[in-house]
């Protein structure tokens, strides 16, 4: 039986998957700041889809440790302390180790150059001043190492883990320069030369580099809606 066509002009309704991933990516790019209220009614208006959609929506996001639930006050973005954030960095240093030894036994110059062309698109990031695509680039390194782990618990692990990162980031201090040194060129670098102690070496370095700016509450904007701020990025590229 062959579907109806939409009226010109109008849009197929967003899936439960592509708002799940629209509101992930808002999480990873800093664009929804900790304690951001998650209005159903709003989100559900903002997508014209239903409450039980956006509250599935809310769920997984949840059990993604990115929202948190409140009986009788609803969803919000989670927020992390100094020291959660803290111990998400050693939990991230330890795993992220024992992956890098692994992927530089293993990778494959088809995979490094994939790895190469993120980064490539991380640095042009960088040069536009794009933050929120730098943020989920970056992002988006760390996890495609893990993808090449052959630990699978292990990728497992790091890949539930750097999410959350995103709400550590919130602690930079006013004034980090948006684009430090190209570290994750150095980490591919010391990968594909085959050497796992300077590629371990390489990628603690960039870890430490980052978590010493955690140490002061970033100014956030309060001012802004939660409409305001999701219309702010572009179409997920997911």
Same mark, same amino acid.
């Given at each position: 039986?062959?579907?109806?066509?939409?009226?010109?002009?109008?849009?197929? @309704?967003?899936?439960?998957?592509?708002?799940?991933?629209?509101?992930?990516?808002?999480?990873?790019?800093?664009?929804?700041?900790?304690?951001?209220?998650?209005?159903?009614?709003?989100?559900?208006?903002?997508?014209?889809?239903?409450?039980?959609?956006?509250?599935?929506?809310?769920?997984?996001? %949840?059990?993604?440790?990115? &929202? @948190?639930?409140?009986?009788?006050?609803? %969803?919000?973005?989670?927020?992390?302390?100094?020291?959660?954030?803290?111990?998400?960095?050693?939990?991230?240093?330890?795993?992220?180790? %024992?992956? &890098?030894?692994?992927?530089?036994? /293993?990778?494959?110059? @088809?995979?490094?150059?994939?790895?190469?062309?993120?980064?490539?698109?991380?640095?042009?990031?960088?040069?536009?001043?794009?933050?929120?695509?730098?943020?989920?680039?970056? %992002?988006?390194?760390? +996890?495609?190492?893990?993808?090449?782990?052959? /630990?699978?618990?292990?990728?497992?692990?790091? @890949?539930?883990?750097?999410?959350?990162?995103?709400?550590?980031?919130?602690?930079?201090?006013?004034?980090?320069?948006?684009?430090?040194?190209?570290?994750?060129?150095? +980490?591919?670098?010391? +990968?594909?030369?085959?050497?796992?102690?300077?590629?371990?070496?390489?990628?603690?370095?960039?870890?430490?580099? +980052?978590?010493?700016?955690?140490?002061?509450?970033?100014?956030? /904007?309060?001012?802004?809606?939660?409409?305001?701020?999701?219309?702010?990025?572009?179409?997920?590229?997911?």
């Amino acid at each position: 039986m062959r579907t109806a066509p939409l009226p010109a002009g109008s849009k197929p @309704k967003p899936t439960e998957e592509l708002i799940y991933t629209e509101l992930f990516d808002s999480i990873l790019e800093r664009r929804l700041p900790p304690d951001t209220k998650l209005g159903e009614n709003l989100l559900a208006e903002h997508y014209g889809v239903s409450r039980t959609i956006i509250r599935q929506v809310l769920m997984r996001l %949840a059990h993604d440790q990115l &929202v @948190k639930l409140e009986p009788h006050r609803g %969803a919000f973005v989670a927020s992390l302390t100094l020291d959660q954030a803290k111990q998400i960095y050693e939990a991230w240093r330890l795993t992220e180790a %024992a992956i &890098v030894r692994d992927v530089t036994r /293993n990778i494959t110059r @088809k995979q490094v150059a994939a790895l190469r062309s993120l980064v490539k698109e991380e640095r042009l990031a960088c040069e536009q001043r794009d933050v929120p695509r730098l943020s989920r680039l970056s %992002a988006q390194f760390h +996890i495609q190492l893990a993808d090449l782990c052959q /630990n699978k618990y292990l990728a497992r692990f790091l @890949k539930e883990l750097i999410p959350q990162t995103s709400l550590a980031f919130f602690y930079e201090v006013q004034g980090m320069p948006i684009c430090t040194k190209d570290e994750h060129s150095e +980490i591919l670098d010391q +990968i594909a030369s085959g050497d796992e102690e300077a590629a371990v070496h390489a990628a603690m370095r960039h870890l430490d580099g +980052i978590e010493s700016a955690l140490n002061a509450r970033a100014s956030l /904007n309060g001012n802004a809606s939660l409409v305001d701020l999701l219309k702010s990025r572009s179409p997920s590229l997911r």
